[in-house]
């Protein structure tokens, strides 16, 4: 596409046009990525007097042994506390944290109750489907005091960079709620990842490329250029390694870039070095030939 004619003359000024339009578009997607991940979601909150509010945070979430880690902090409300707008617990509570395993977490009177760890299992995913693998989990709670059941709510907010959490719950029974949510991948992770798997094509097929041309062109050992290839080659391998969240060898991302950028590198030096050696050999005999007898 030709630029018209009025811009053509001021090239300086389209090249900052178009890096001030990206570093907007940035900004944009930034801003919107923090204005909706890391917020806080009142999940199924009682409309009784007396209730325990469950703040959770999900702060680590490890596809690889498939543990999401939560931290729970309970909140007493109404007759629970001992005054208004008071962290502090008037009598015991007791909170039951139910996912594969049980968790029993206990509000002393008297005392803010701490942040508590509780693991929750991921299910319906597969991390070797990076960037694209989603999971699931899903926490029951309940609360009870020594006359019986107390009504429970989830604040829920998620504080993993890597990760994105839709959460979902629902109260069951009486002093019980559920908690449930979908997890996948940051859209800053997505934006890597593709720029990755573009990348790793772009330097396989440059490197093809150039050794395309040395062929052709009946060069020798270039060493330049071979040192250029050998660079790449394992370049590669730093840059996949430093894929965000470590996918595991195997993901979807080696089978789609990684693997067939790496062959296509090994295969062009390769070819590239046997050629040039053919074409370095055969220079020397003809040198050799031309050099005069002794004696002449």
Same mark, same amino acid.
């Given at each position: 596409?030709?630029?018209?004619?009025?811009?053509?003359?001021?090239?300086?000024?389209?090249?900052?046009?178009?890096?001030?339009?990206?570093?907007?578009?940035?900004?944009?997607?930034?801003?919107?990525?923090?204005?909706? #991940?890391?917020?806080?979601? %009142?999940? &199924?909150? @009682?409309?009784?007097?007396?209730?325990?509010?469950? /703040?959770? *945070?999900?702060? !680590?979430?490890?596809?690889?042994?498939?543990?999401?880690?939560?931290?729970?902090?309970?909140?007493?409300?109404?007759?629970?506390?001992?005054?208004?707008?008071?962290?502090?617990?008037?009598?015991?509570?007791?909170?039951?944290?139910?996912?594969?395993?049980?968790?029993?977490? #206990?509000?002393?009177?008297? %005392?803010? &109750?701490? @942040?508590?760890?509780?693991?929750?299992?991921?299910? /319906?995913? *597969?991390?070797? !489907?990076?960037?694209?693998?989603?999971?699931?989990?899903?926490?029951?709670?309940?609360?009870?005091?020594?006359?019986?059941?107390?009504?429970?709510?989830?604040?829920?907010?998620?504080?993993?960079?890597?990760?994105?959490?839709?959460?979902?719950?629902?109260?069951?029974?009486?002093?019980?709620?559920?908690?449930?949510?979908?997890?996948?991948?940051?859209?800053?992770?997505?934006?890597?990842?593709?720029?990755?798997?573009?990348?790793?094509?772009?330097?396989?097929?440059?490197?093809?490329?150039?050794?395309?041309?040395?062929?052709?062109?009946?060069?020798?050992?270039?060493?330049?250029?071979?040192?250029?290839?050998?660079?790449?080659?394992?370049?590669?391998?730093?840059?996949?390694?430093?894929?965000?969240?470590?996918?595991?060898?195997?993901?979807?991302?080696?089978?789609?870039?990684?693997?067939?950028?790496?062959?296509?590198?090994?295969?062009?030096?390769?070819?590239?070095?046997?050629?040039?050696?053919?074409?370095?050999?055969?220079?020397?005999?003809?040198?050799?030939?031309?050099?005069?007898?002794?004696?002449?």
């Amino acid at each position: 596409m030709r630029l018209p004619a009025r811009l053509r003359g001021n090239r300086f000024a389209v090249v900052l046009l178009i890096l001030a339009v990206l570093c907007s578009a940035g900004i944009a997607l930034y801003l919107n990525e923090r204005n909706t #991940r890391q917020q806080t979601h %009142e999940l &199924a909150l @009682p409309t009784a007097g007396d209730w325990v509010e469950l /703040d959770v *945070t999900s702060q !680590d979430i490890d596809p690889g042994t498939g543990q999401l880690t939560l931290y729970v902090s309970p909140v007493p409300h109404g007759g629970l506390a001992q005054g208004p707008e008071s962290s502090v617990f008037s009598r015991q509570i007791d909170i039951t944290v139910r996912s594969t395993t049980r968790t029993d977490l #206990r509000a002393t009177p008297g %005392e803010e &109750a701490p @942040p508590q760890p509780v693991q929750a299992n991921l299910y /319906d995913g *597969t991390e070797s !489907d990076y960037p694209f693998d989603r999971y699931h989990f899903s926490l029951a709670f309940s609360a009870s005091d020594g006359t019986g059941a107390v009504p429970v709510g989830v604040v829920f907010v998620d504080a993993d960079p890597f990760f994105f959490v839709r959460p979902t719950s629902t109260p069951f029974g009486a002093g019980a709620a559920e908690l449930a949510g979908r997890v996948s991948r940051a859209r800053s992770t997505f934006i890597l990842a593709w720029f990755m798997i573009a990348a790793m094509w772009a330097l396989a097929l440059a490197v093809m490329a150039g050794a395309e041309v040395l062929y052709r062109g009946g060069q020798g050992l270039v060493w330049p250029s071979l040192g250029w290839m050998a660079a790449t080659l394992f370049a590669l391998i730093g840059m996949r390694n430093a894929a965000p969240g470590s996918p595991p060898i195997g993901s979807l991302i080696d089978y789609v870039a990684f693997f067939w950028a790496e062959g296509i590198i090994a295969a062009s030096l390769t070819v590239t070095v046997v050629a040039g050696t053919r074409v370095e050999h055969r220079k020397r005999a003809e040198a050799g030939s031309t050099e005069p007898a002794p004696g002449t």
